[in-house]
């Protein structure tokens, strides 16, 4: 259901509130919704618009933003990226290109909202399932975590893409149709118009069910975490003892590396990398010029190196 406390419930109603917005039924049910809770809370409410530059209606889609924006006196602002793939996909290339400018808007303690829904989570599962994802990928998108100095929150994580569409015709919503959603080109998009609607035939409430997995994963994730740092804490760092690691099993190696590197606050490397960083530093007897080295194309800040020093692994960024 959406409400109100829906919302308030995930903010902090002291400190300035943005809003990721598109224009797209999502992000426009977000706003509305902060409104709302602007009318009633008096809160600081601003939103952001990110023109892509990827379709030929992104000029459009900007000027549908500021007139609705105008209506509601909210403060718009506005970025415009040209997105270069690099290889790893326009989607992600997107992607890192918002969260940059989120990251660079933000002051100490701000928050921006999201209007990522739970079929959302569904399909990001999916998708990293897809491309070979660890336990921790099945968590799903956070619903809050640090993007700079403030906060990345996703109020409507665990509501449906049924109830975001009747919102928006209850209340007689303005939104705009991203056409490049309907191209099936995009990994998403094929998941999306292709895949989901046969699983959802089969199987009702299918993303409800999805969600339902990364809500346990997550829960059976952070039970482990706890087990391993109990154990192997003294390990876990930024410089692991060599010797020390190559004395307990290799599934526990693995994880001190996995959450090393996360203690780097760098993206964990797909399963293959972790293998060859294994054989390397741990299955063979590494030399100075013994070097690992990984990015992710779906990460910022991804790129990682792991060296050989003196009896120790060192975890850094690249």
Known sequence: MLTLDLIKEN?????HLYVAYSGGPDSSVLLD????????SNINLSAIHINHNLS???IDWENHCVNECKKLNVNLIIESVQINSYGGGLESAARQARYKIFENILKENEQIVLGHHSDDVAETIFMRILRGTGLDGIEGPAHKRN????????????????????????NKLNFIEDDTNEDIRFDRNFLRHKIFP?????????????????????????????LIYEKFEQLIGSKIILKDLKKIPKSYAVDVIRYSI?????????SKIMEEIYKTFVASR?????????????KEDSSGMIKYKEGNLIISKR
């Open 147 to 170: 993007i700079g100095q403030g906060e990345l929150i996703r109020p409507l994580i665990r509501v449906p893409k049924t109830e975001i569409m009747r919102y928006l015709r209850d």
């Open 33 to 40: 919704l902060c409104v709302k809770l602007r009318d009633t």
């Open 262 to 270: 996360k203690e780097c606050n760098l993206a964990i490397p797909n």
């Open 286 to 298: 590494p030399g100075p010029k013994s070097c690992v080295t990984w990015s992710r194309a779906d």
């Open 11 to 15: 903010l902090n109603l002291q400190n």
């Open 198 to 226: 046969l699983l959802e035939n089969r199987w009702k409430d299918f993303p409800k069910r999805i969600n339902s997995l990364s809500s346990i994963s997550k829960d059976r994730n952070e039970n482990y975490k706890i």
């Open 56 to 58: 030929k209606k992104s």
